[in-house]
């Protein structure tokens, strides 16, 4: 039986489980996870991911194929088709996908510390017992994904919301959110390089040992690394593109940039 979902900003009161879903899926779009192109997972991974059933998810696939997000083939993986006005203007947090984006590397790292540090020092004292089973879950379907940096990062950003939203402040969840999307297009780089997925699921397993200690302070220590590790592998990417321009979340790549992701 599948875990109820956490309140996460997606979810609008009075929405059916279809409708989170589909909205997810079209933030996993507008933040960069997802791109035009992009096989989605199986219906069967996608509710282990997202910890719903998979009556709900082929739903929510449905929907997107009817709005021409997703194009859904016979025989063939379903895959991102499009993306429309309603994805490229998406709320991830407090803003829109490309905003944060406009600040240095450096500027974000040091919100990250200052601001998601406290957050989730916070939600260690109000997670929930279902919010830690989530959790526990969301471990093991990111070790399925342990090959796939796309599959991988659609975890572990299940994973990092469960947690900010336990937080008992929904803005600065919000504006957390948003520093955790920036340059989500990097990570997807970033992630593909070998170990990369490893450490962050090691990563992971320490911040989830201290929520179970419901220890504040253990737990932003463990976050306070694994931002860093975020931003020394951004940086890398970062200096790897030269002088390049980041392209925005939302935005799908074109031509010889597409080839080089």
């Not at 463990?222 to 390049?244: E, M, P, W, Y």
Request: one cysteine or more.
């Amino acid at each position: 039986m599948a875990v109820p979902l956490s309140p996460l900003h997606e979810v609008i009161h009075k929405q059916t489980a279809k409708e989170m879903i589909r909205d997810k899926i079209v933030s996993l779009i507008a933040s960069g996870i997802l791109q035009v192109g992009d096989e989605l997972p199986s219906e069967r991974e996608l509710a282990t991911m997202l910890m719903v059933s998979r009556e709900t998810v082929r739903g929510a696939v449905q929907r997107l194929a009817g709005e021409g997000i997703v194009q859904v083939s016979q025989g063939a993986r379903t895959r991102i088709a499009n993306v429309n006005v309603d994805v490229g203007t998406q709320r991830i947090g407090v803003t829109s996908p490309t905003s944060i984006n406009g600040y240095s590397l450096d500027a974000v790292h040091a919100a990250r510390l200052l601001v998601e540090t406290a957050v989730v020092a916070d939600a260690a004292l109000y997670l929930s017992a279902d919010d830690i089973r989530r959790l526990e879950d969301s471990l093991k379907a990111q070790e399925l994904a342990f090959a796939d940096p796309v599959r991988f990062l659609i975890c572990d950003r299940e994973f990092h919301l469960t947690i900010y939203y336990a937080s008992r402040n929904r803005l600065l969840a919000d504006f957390v959110v948003d520093l955790y999307t920036y340059m989500l297009d990097h990570r997807r780089i970033a992630m593909g390089k070998p170990g990369a997925i490893g450490k962050s699921l090691e990563d992971h397993r320490f911040i989830v040992n201290a929520l179970k200690m419901r220890n504040p302070q253990a737990v932003s220590a463990a976050f306070a690394n694994h931002i860093l590790r975020i931003h020394d592998t951004s940086r890398a990417v970062d200096a790897t593109a030269g002088t390049k321009t980041p392209r925005p979340a939302g935005v799908p790549p074109q031509g010889d940039e597409k080839e080089a992701v």
